[in-house]
C-alpha cells in the first residue's frame, strides 16, 4: 500500500469561480466593444496600448537586429529540431480509399484548418519557446494564416518571442498579451479578424478563457497549471531528482510536482536535497510556495503500485528514473509526454528537443495527447455508390432508418432502389 513522505494541499474552488467570473466578462466585454476593450485591458493588466497591436515588418526587423547572435542560433536549433519532428509526423498521416463492397467506396482525406491563432506567454517569463511549438506544427500541417499573439514584457516588445514567432513561420503576430490576446484571436475584432483553432499554454486565466470559448472556436487542448510526476526507484540520484522537482516548480506557485518512488530513502534524501537547492535558486520565493503547497512524494510498494499511481496521477509530464525504463514506457499510458532516463528531463523538451510541449494538465492526459501536427488537421470522410453499391448497403440502411422511425430518411434510400429497380424492403415504422 502507497506511503505517503508528503502530500499537497487541495486547490480551492472558490479560486477557480472567481478566474471564471472574471474570464466570463472580459469575453462580453470585447465581443460588444472589440479594439476598445482589448486596449482597455492591456493597459489594466500590461501597461501597454500602443496605437495598433500588430507587429509591423519593420518592428520584427528591429527585434532581429536586437537579438544577439548566440540567442539567434539557439532558437534556430530549436526551430529546426521541432520543424523536424512535426514534419515526420504530418509524413505519417495518410489519406486511404477503400472498396468495401464493389460500387461502394469509402474514402479518408486530411486538410489543414483554414487559420489558427498561437497565444505565447510572456507574464513572468517570456516563454520563446512556445512560439516555436504553437506555430511551427501549424506551418508545417499547411495552415494558410497562422496567427500569433504574446504581451509585452517590461512595456516593451519582447525581441526574442517576436524574433522566434516570426522565424517560426507566423503570417501575422500581435503584441497583446493574456485573456484579452485569447478572445481577440477567438471572436475577432475591428483589427483582428477571427481564428478557427487556439493554440498555446497560459495561465488560468488563459486555460479559463479558452475553455469559455470552446465551440465557438476550436482550442488546442485544455491545459491549466504545469505539472511533473517523476517515478523513480533506487536507482535515482536525489540530487537530480531534487533539481527537476524544483525545476517544474518555479513555473508558478500553482503548478504540481509528484514523486513516485519505490524507495523510502530516496524520498527522504530528495526532500532533504529539495530544501538544501532552495537556498541557492534564484526562484526560491516561488518554487519554494510550489513545494510547500503542490509538492507531494509517495512511496509504492513495487512496479506495479507505481504504474498504476503514475495512470492515476495523468501528469502532463512524466519522467522515468529506473533501471527498467522500457517497461514503463511499454506499459505506461496517461502522460502527457514521457521522459525516460536519468539524462532526460523536462527542461529538455521544454526547450527545443524535438517534441511538443504544450501538453495536457489536470488528468486530460487521460483523453488526450499534446499539440502535434494533428491539432492543425482535420480528418475528412468521403463515400460514393454505383447502382451494384446501392444493392448491397440500401436495404440495410432503410431498414434501420425505419426502425428508428425517421422515415423521411428511409424514403429517400427507397427511392434511390427503386430508380435502380432495385427491391425495398417494408419496415413497420417504430413509435
Known amino acids: ?35 476598445a476593450a482589448v486596449r482597455r485591458y492591456s493597459q489594466k493588466f500590461d501597461n501597454w496600448a500602443p496605437t495598433s497591436f500588430k507587429v509591423t515588418e519593420e518592428q520584427i526587423v528591429a527585434a532581429t537586429k536586437a537579438v544577439s547572435d548566440i540567442d539567434r542560433q539557439t532558437l534556430n536549433f530549436a526551430q529546426d529540431q521541432i520543424r523536424r519532428f512535426a514534419q515526420k509526423q504530418f509524413d505519417v498521416i495518410q489519406d486511404f480509399e477503400m472498396e468495401t463492397f464493389p460500387g461502394v467506396t469509402l474514402g479518408q ?27 511551427i506544427p501549424a506551418v508545417v500541417a499547411g495552415v494558410k494564416r497562422v496567427v500569433s499573439a504574446t504581451p509585452p514584457f517590461k512595456s516593451a516588445l519582447p525581441n526574442r518571442t517576436i524574433y522566434a514567432m516570426a522565424s517560426a513561420g507566423a503570417h501575422e503576430i500581435y503584441c497583446v498579451g493574456g485573456v484579452q490576446a485569447v478572445v481577440a484571436m477567438a471572436v475577432g475584432t475591428e483589427t483582428i479578424k477571427p481564428v478557427d483553432i487556439i493554440a498555446g499554454p497560459g495561465n488560468k486565466y488563459v486555460a479559463e478563457a479558452k475553455r469559455q470559448l470552446f465551440g465557438e472556436v476550436g482550442i488546442d487542448l485544455f491545459a491549466g497549471p504545469s505539472e511533473v ?32 518512488t519505490l524507495s523510502e530513502d530516496l524520498g527522504l534524501k530528495v526532500m532533504v536535497e529539495i530544501e538544501k537547492q532552495l537556498l541557492e535558486l534564484e526562484t526560491r520565493e516561488v518554487a519554494a510556495i510550489c513545494w510547500k503547497n503542490r509538492g507531494e512524494i509517495v512511496v509504492a510498494e513495487n512496479h506495479n503500485e507505481a504504474l498504476e499511481l503514475g495512470d492515476f496521477y495523468a501528469s502532463e509530464h512524466v519522467e522515468i528514473q529506473t533501471e527498467n525504463v522500457e517497461w514503463y514506457l511499454e506499459n505506461l499510458t496517461n502522460y502527457g509526454s514521457l521522459f525516460l532516463g536519468s539524462c532526460t528531463t523536462v527542461a529538455l523538451g521544454d526547450k527545443g528537443i524535438g ?50 422511425g425517421m422515415m423521411a430518411h428511409k424514403k429517400s434510400i427507397d427511392m434511390r432502389l427503386q430508380k435502380y429497380g432495385l427491391p425495398i424492403p417494408e419496415v413497420t415504422r417504430l413509435v
Not at 231 to 256: F, K, N, R, W
Open 229 to 260: 510526476l517523476i517515478i523513480a526507484d533506487h536507482t535515482a540520484d536525489p540530487i537530480i531528482v531534487a533539481a527537476d522537482i524544483l525545476a517544474q516548480c518555479e513555473h508558478g506557485v500553482e503548478s504540481e510536482a509528484v514523486l513516485i
Open 109 to 135: 482525406k486530411t486538410v489543414p484548418i483554414q487559420s489558427s491563432g498561437s497565444y505565447i506567454p510572456g507574464g513572468s517569463y517570456p516563454i520563446t519557446a512556445s512560439a516555436n511549438m504553437s506555430i
Open 355 to 404: 517534441t511538443n510541449h504544450i501538453l495536457p494538465t489536470m488528468k486530460a492526459a487521460r483523453y488526450t495527447g499534446g499539440v502535434a501536427v494533428g491539432k492543425f488537421l482535420k480528418t475528412l470522410t468521403y463515400q460514393t455508390l454505383d447502382p451494384k453499391g446501392l444493392k448491397y448497403v440500401g436495404p440495410y440502411c432503410s431498414i434501420s432508418c425505419g426502425m428508428e
Open 1 to 35: 500500500m502507497a506511503k505517503y513522505l508528503k502530500k499537497m494541499n487541495p486547490r480551492m474552488a472558490s479560486s477557480q469561480a472567481q478566474v471564471q467570473e472574471t474570464v466570463s466578462q472580459i469575453i462580453e466585454s470585447i465581443r460588444t466593444e472589440g479594439d
